[in-house]
C-alpha cells in the first residue's frame, strides 16, 4: 500500500522539475517570452498553496481513500490535456487543474499511513512512504532532458499516464476502505477565503526575487498573504466548528515541536536542492542530463536514510533521528562552500546529505501524526504539509537572494550562498531538540 500512495507524488515530483527544462521550448512552441511561460512551473505552485489547505476537510468529508484515488484522476486527466495543450493560455488552465490533483495526494495519502498504522511503527511507515519522493528531483531533469531532445515537451505530461492507470486499480484493491466521514462538518468558508489567497500570495511573493530581494510586487504580495494568515488564525481560534486547519493542535508539544521541525526543516534543507542544480550548471558547466546523473548518490543516500530512520525512530524516538538526521545533511553541505573539491568528494558529501534528508522527513511527519488523536489525522496532515511548504518558499526566497545579491566571483557567489544553507540547517536542530522523549 505504502509504494502505491508514494508512487503518485513521486509523479507529481518529476513532473515539477521536468517542466523546467521544457519551458524554453514551450516558449518557441507557443511563440511566447519566457516570462509568460513561466508560469507553467509558477502557477503550479500556486494551484498547489490554494489546494493544499482543504485536503483535511475534504478527506474527511467525503473519506481518504476517495479523495486520494479522485486526485490522482485529476492530475492524471489534468496531465494529458497539458500534453493535448494547443495554446499558452489553455496549458495554464490545465495545469492548474493538474495542481489540484497534485496538491491533494501527497497529505491525503500520508492521511491514510498515519490512520492505517499504530504509534509504536507510524515512523518507519512515513519513513518508508517519504523515500520514493526523494528520487524525483533526480529524474526529472534526467527524464525532461531526454523527452525533451528525442520526442519533445509534450512527453513529459503523457509520461504520467501508464503509471499513473496502473497506481489506480492497485491502489483500489490495496488501500482501506473509508470508515465514517464527518458529513455533519460545514466547510469553513471564511477560512478558505482568508487562508489560501494568503498562502498563495506567500509563495508568489517569495518567488518575486529581483537581483538581491524581493520586487516590489512582492513584497506587496508577502505583506498581504501575512495578513490573510494572521487574519485566518484569528477566526480559527474563534470558530466553534473545526476549521480548514485547526490552529489549537498547535497546543499540544509534539505537534507543535513537529510542526516547527517541518517549516525550519523545509526552510533549511529542501531549499537548498535548488542551489544544486544551478552549482553543478555554472560552476562545473553540466548540461540537464549531468545535472540529474550528478544528484543520484543524494537520492540513493535519501532512501536508504529514510529506511534506517523509521526503525529507529520507533525504537529510539524522533528526538534523536530527526537531530542526528540534521547533522548529516549539514555536514554534507560543508564541503560545496569551500571551493574547488574533487568531483567524488563531492558525490561522498551528496550521499551523506540525503542519508540526512532522509532522516528527517518521514521521522518528522510521524511524530506530528503520533501527536494527535486518530479523528486529527487530517487536519494535521494540512497544517503540517502547508508548513513545509511555506519554509520551503521562504528558504528558497533567501537563498536566491543571497546567491544574485552579491558582485563577486562565481565560486565565491555559491561558497557564501552554501555557508548561508548551513546555518540555516544548525537552526533546524533547536526545534528538533524540543521533541518529547520516548516513553518507556
Known sequence: MGLVLGSAPVLAGIDATAVGIALGDMAAGFQA??????????????????????????SERFGARRTWLAAVGLFTLGSVLCGLAWSLPSLLAFRTLQAVGGGL??????????????????????????????FAPVLGPILGGVLVENAGW??????????????????????????????????????????????????YGLTAVDGGGLSPAGTTALAAGAALIGWYVLHALRKKTPPLIDVRLFARRGFAVAAATSFVAGASLYSSMVLLPLYYQ?????????????????????????LVAGTQADRRGFRVVVTAGIVLALAGTVPFAL?????????????????????????????????VETDQTARAASAVNVLNRIGGSVGTAVLTMVLLGQDTAPEAAYGTTFWWAIALSAVAIVPALLFPRPRR
Not at 109 to 126: E, N, S
Not at 176 to 203: C, E, H, I, N, Y
Not at 349 to 366: C, D, E, K, S
Open 33 to 58: 517570452s519566457l516570462a509568460d511561460v513561466q508560469w507553467v512551473a509558477t502557477g503550479y505552485l500556486l494551484g498547489i498553496a490554494l489546494v493544499m489547505p482543504v485536503s483535511g476537510w475534504v
Open 105 to 134: 495526494m501527497n497529505p491525503v495519502g500520508q492521511i491514510i499511513v498515519a490512520k492505517a498504522a499504530g504509534p509504536a511503527v507510524i515512523g518507519r511507515l512515513m519513513s518508508l512512504l517519504s523515500a520514493p519522493v526523494t
Open 154 to 203: 509534450r512527453w513529459i505530461f503523457f509520461l504520467n499516464l501508464p503509471i499513473c492507470l496502473v497506481a489506480l486499480p492497485l491502489a483500489a484493491r490495496l488501500v482501506p476502505a473509508d470508515g465514517d466521514t464527518r458529513r455533519g462538518d460545514r466547510f469553513d468558508v471564511l477560512g478558505l477565503a482568508l487562508l489560501s489567497p494568503g498562502l498563495a500570495a506567500v509563495v
Open 282 to 306: 555554472q560552476i562545473h558547466h553540466a548540461d540537464d542530463l549531468q545535472v540529474g546523473l550528478l544528484l543520484v548518490p543524494q537520492a540513493l543516500g535519501a532512501a536508504a536514510g529514510a
Open 339 to 371: 571551493g574547488a573539491l574533487p568531483g567524488w568528494l563531492l558525490s561522498l558529501a551528496l550521499f551523506v546529505r540525503g542519508a540526512g534528508l532522509g532522516a528527517v522527513m518521514g521521522p518528522t511527519m510521524g511524530a506530528a501524526y503520533a501527536s
